[in-house]
């Protein structure tokens, strides 16, 4: 509950029409007051900081000058969403951010009726504002759209995609331009450089009507800029310049540090701890791939904006002529690989499975259907927790595994990454290497670049009845089962190809698989096995255990599993459930 003596102004707030109600000269006022709140909730919780800090007036100009939720107002990228949920109704419960059953990370229309479009990855605002601008005009309904677009989300094509469609129908919507030069890290390219310089003409010659710059920290300017351009016809666009982290002094001298973060005492800041006994899966990527760079000088590594969380920060150092950030364009990522793979170099792109969702059409078309040798290294991969739904990595072996020429590979470790990545680096075509947020098992890394034989799995105990096919992460809970059920395990590390001879082979003198897999059972691994038994007319009761057909909501990455009946307890209550009888099953398999 809010310190009503520390925010007599704010606790005031309980929703924009309260606000609405507050002289201008007071404004200020509830926006320091609002910067002091979020900074001691995000202290005590974690989440996302430096974008939310960044906006903190922009929010409170917005919702004092617009009738919302009346007037649609989408935030563009959602993570700068926190000073908005608090001035919403849900300022005392803002520190359940990103927990389970707490607020969501980012806006989501289930919510709150304040959030009028879920947002997730970047770019999407302009295009879905333009939407219910068409559609509103149809029914003769005049309500103000706007949206703000933030961080790094003016870099993607489909922003410009959006812009160039509602100036040809000259939609009557707002477009505030947040310019804060971030996405995570540094925004990037010739549009971020000559921004500064020519925003006006640009826009201008889109077809929109251009205002500003304006101070994005002055209520005062923003309250005029906004009432200006407030009831203008047409599609209009005020650029703001705002700094990330604004207000917290060691926000804004490491903005990508603060970009997100965990608890931490405000009077200190983020005091950094020592880093985990084992590395993430991202720091193996990260070491494998400069390893790999000093071992061929074919390879470039290519990142949509995600140096930071991908584990490129090393390379990015140590090989900058080969190192691409392409900004928040995953489309353009993969096809600039696939040009630089028709000319004979080693492409990898360093890419979250969430983000490759926005590039598939370009996985088929210009990588798969071509062959080309482009590795895609898969961080993010199955379930990934306090992000949610938005950013969950459940799909990957679903929809990579239907295309021709592809290699799909799934590690139980660490160690068995860094070998899946040079196997995928050194195979002529394309190949997916996906691996999960997090730290491994704790094994031992080799130094050497090796490489495994495609489509071949690993048989770790042979036992009888049952046997139990892991994919990728979830050979630790597997091989407990495994022990517990006396079963055969099977450390598959191929999702394409499968490894068919082990399988048919497995199938004659067992009573019935198990397939475990952290990526939805529609479409994945297992479906894969059941379409390689059924192909060869085998018939065997198979159990698919992964994710269900259902949205992750967010919470830790054990409580997320644990929902979808993927640890240990829900494992086995599944299995004994399928199976009430296995010991019937190892004595036909005797």
């Not at 450390?491 to 475990?516: I, W, Y």
Request: charged fraction near 20%.
């Amino acid at each position: 509950m809010i310190d009503l003596s520390r925010y007599p102004h704010l606790s005031a707030i309980e929703s924009p029409a309260d606000l609405r109600r507050v002289p201008d000269d007071q404004l200020g006022v509830i926006a320091d007051e609002l910067r002091g709140y979020l900074i001691e909730a995000v202290a005590s919780s974690g989440g996302h900081f430096g974008a939310g800090l960044g906006v903190v007036e922009l929010t409170v100009a917005l919702h004092a000058v617009f009738d919302t939720p009346h007037d649609r107002l989408i935030w563009d990228v959602g993570h700068q969403c926190y000073p908005h949920k608090i001035l919403t109704g849900r300022r005392d419960r803002i520190t359940t951010i990103k927990k389970k059953n707490g607020l969501a990370p980012f806006p989501r229309r289930e919510e709150s009726e304040y959030d009028t479009f879920g947002v997730g990855h970047s770019s999407t605002s302009i295009s879905a504002a333009l939407g219910m601008a068409i559609a509103l005009k149809r029914k003769g309904d005049a309500r103000k759209i706007i949206t703000v677009v933030g961080d790094g989300a003016m870099t993607a094509g489909m922003a410009f995609e959006a812009l160039n469609h509602a100036a040809d129908v000259n939609a009557d919507m707002l477009v505030v331009f947040n310019d804060n030069g971030m996405s995570i890290s540094e925004n990037v390219g010739g549009l971020n450089k000559s921004m500064t310089r020519l925003p006006g003409t640009l826009f201008e010659e889109m077809g929109f009507h251009y205002n500003g710059p304006v101070d994005g920290h002055d209520v005062q300017s923003l309250l005029h800029a906004l009432r200006a351009v407030k009831n203008l016809p047409g599609p209009q666009l005020l650029h703001v310049i705002t700094t990330k982290g604004k207000g917290y002094a060691p926000a804004e001298q490491a903005q990508i540090e603060y970009h997100a973060v965990g608890p931490f005492d405000p009077s200190a800041g983020v005091v950094k701890k020592a880093g985990p006994t084992k590395p993430t899966y991202s720091d193996v990527f990260g070491d494998w791939l400069c390893d790999m760079a000093a071992a061929d000088e074919r390879l470039l590594g290519i990142t949509p904006a995600m140096r930071e969380g991908s584990g490129l920060v090393r390379f990015s150092r140590e090989y900058p002529q080969r190192y691409f950030d392409v900004a928040i364009a995953e489309q353009h990522a993969v096809t600039l690989a696939a040009g630089m793979a028709c000319e004979g170099a080693k492409p990898v792109v360093a890419i979250y499975s969430t983000f490759l969702q926005r590039a598939y059409d370009q996985v088929i078309h210009d990588v798969a259907l071509q062959n080309l040798d482009v590795t895609f290294a898969i961080d993010r991969a199955g379930v990934v927790g306090p992000d949610g739904a938005t950013h969950a990595g459940s799909f990957d072996l679903g929809f990579l595994r239907c295309l021709p020429n592809m290699v799909i590979m799934a590690p139980a470790d660490e160690n068995e990454c860094r070998a899946m990545l040079t196997t995928g680096f050194h195979h002529n075509g394309p190949a997916a290497v996906r691996y999960p947020r997090g730290t491994g098992t704790g094994v031992a890394i080799a130094k050497e670049l090796e490489t495994l034989p495609i489509g071949k799995a690993e048989l770790r105990r042979r036992g009888h009845g049952l046997a139990i096919l892991s994919f990728g992460a979830m050979l630790a809970p597997a091989t407990e089962i495994a022990d517990a059920f006396d079963a055969t395990l099977v450390n598959m590390r191929f999702v394409k190809p499968l490894d068919e001879t082990l399988l048919l082979e497995l199938a004659k003198d067992h009573g019935a698989f198990v397939t475990l897999e952290d990526n939805a059972v529609a479409g994945g691994a297992g479906s894969a096995v059941a379409e390689c038994l059924a192909a060869h007319g085998v018939t065997l009761p198979i159990l698919h255990l992964g994710l269900p057909d259902a949205y992750l909501e967010h919470g830790t990455r054990e409580e997320v599993l644990s929902e979808a009946g993927l640890d240990l307890p829900g494992i086995r209550k599944a299995i004994v459930t399928r199976f009430p009888k296995l010991g019937s099953l190892n004595q036909a398999s005797a």
